[in-house]
Structure formats: structure tokens, C-alpha cells
């Protein structure tokens, strides 16, 4: 299993979120600290352009948007699932 790596930065609620269900999930996690503010150009290869945070990254997979940050981790780690059955 690769590790799980956040690209975000500490004031970002949306990261906050995120961050929040690796504490509920007692989920291991790097942190990839960026700029709240484009460009970042290291991470936009990455995305391909997506320009906003957070971003997650297992190893050559990267989520963009919370939403589906949150349906992948609960495919890979989730026990009770984050998300009720069928939603
Ligand atoms: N729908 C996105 C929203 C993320 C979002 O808006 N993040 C803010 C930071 S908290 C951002 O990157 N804003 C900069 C922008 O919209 O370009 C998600 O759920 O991840």
C-alpha cells in the first residue's frame, strides 16, 4: 500500500476536512505543504492544472475536490464507511 500524502495548506478549511477524517480514521498521512495561492508549479503537473486544495496523493494516483478525496479513502480504508450504504 502506498502512502497516503495531503498537498494542502494549514488554513484551508476544505483541507481541514480532510485532515479531520485522517484523525477519525487513524489514517497515516504525509503532508505536502504548499502556498494558499497559485501558481504552484510543481503540484499543477501533478494535477494537470486542477488549482485547487486539497489535493491527495497515493502514490501515481492523485484526487482533486474533498468529494472525491472522501469516496476514495473510504474505498481504501473506511470501516465503518465514512459514507452510509447506497449513498
Ligand atoms: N470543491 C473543492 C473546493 C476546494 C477549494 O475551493 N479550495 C480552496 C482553498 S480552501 C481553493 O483552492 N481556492 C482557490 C481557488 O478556488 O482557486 C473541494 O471540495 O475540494
Redesign the pocket.
Known sequence: MSEIILHH?E?????E?IRTVFGLENLAWRSAEVV???PRPLLAVLTGGY????VLQIGADIY??????LAALDRLHSSPPLYPAGS
Do not use: E
Not at 11 to 15: D, G, M, Q, R, V
Not at 51 to 54: A, K, M, S, T
Not at 64 to 69: E, G, P, R, W
Open positions: 495548506y488554513l484551508s478549511p476544505f483541507a476536512k494558499p495561492f497559485p488549482r485547487r486544495i486539497p482533486c475536490d474533498t468529494n472525491i478525496i
